[in-house]
């Protein structure tokens, strides 16, 4: 793939096997650069190419511990400002803080909108995302946005899987967008989970709108998080008949009990992407599979490059 020298891709430290991989896909090397900490803790960047005058991507995912990448991003996109790159994007594969994207009791801030001010102050000039939760969130960053669907891999593996008598099931209704699409992609039937949340970290399925019974489930999501979100909706589809249960998230955000979870639930095999990087431990699992967005980024930060529709992405990779 002919791609000249003006394009240049920079890691953050969350994720570089991802960068490594996208590098690899746009047959680039990846942009050098050495991020250290001094003794107090503060954060240091300083980038080993020249690129003045050239398109800048810097990649990295705001994932655990959220605040030290995000701030590693910021120092990073001023970086590359202050070395005169003539355009900067941040490819945030994932977006922590997207799910505080609203005031919905008092005395409350609206963190996302805080991060997408922080990032444009930083400097970049565009954004590139994958999933962030709610599609309005592209409407937070005062920079174009290009957004992008875990979709086009997971559907892709879901439809080589072939699954007979597919129920595609929203474990909760504000993912019932993403479900639809699925089940339209799929060619299966729709049903919603509605859920109580009682905290953080605990929340109830209890009811189904739509018939599992005998019918094997794909259950898809955005994130799990502790997985109390997709494990409580897959006890509810299994009490009520269901055969099979897949989960396919785009982000494995994996905190606190979701591995203990994800091993005790009724479910036969979860799929996340990489736009976070799994543990040891998460990799163990028996039943997780992980698949790679690299492609897909790597095709769009080379249709960005080159300035290119994005949205003809979703067409051919579908
Ligand atoms: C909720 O709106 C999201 O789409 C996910 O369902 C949720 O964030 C998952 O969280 P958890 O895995 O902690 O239940």
Redesign the pocket.
Known sequence: MFLNDNLKIFSGSSNPDLAGAVCKYLEIPLGGAKIGSFPDGEKVIRIEDDVRGRDCFVMQSTCNPVDEHLVELLIFVDCLRRASAVRITAVIPYFGYA?QDRKDEGRVPITAKLVANLIATAGADRVLAIDL?AHQLQGFFDIPVDHLSGELVLGRFFKAKKIRDLTVVS??V??IKMAASYAAHLNGELAIVHKRRFS??E?EADEIIGDVQGRNILMC??????????CSAARLVKQRGAEKVYVGATHG?L?GP?LERLEKAPIDEVIVTDTIPQTERAKQLGNITVLSVAAMLGEAIKRIHRNESVSNLFNQLG
């Open positions: 799910r939760h474990p909760d504000g993912n953080g970290s929340v999501d955005d994130i799990i998080a502790t997985a109390g979100t997709v955000v905190a979701a």
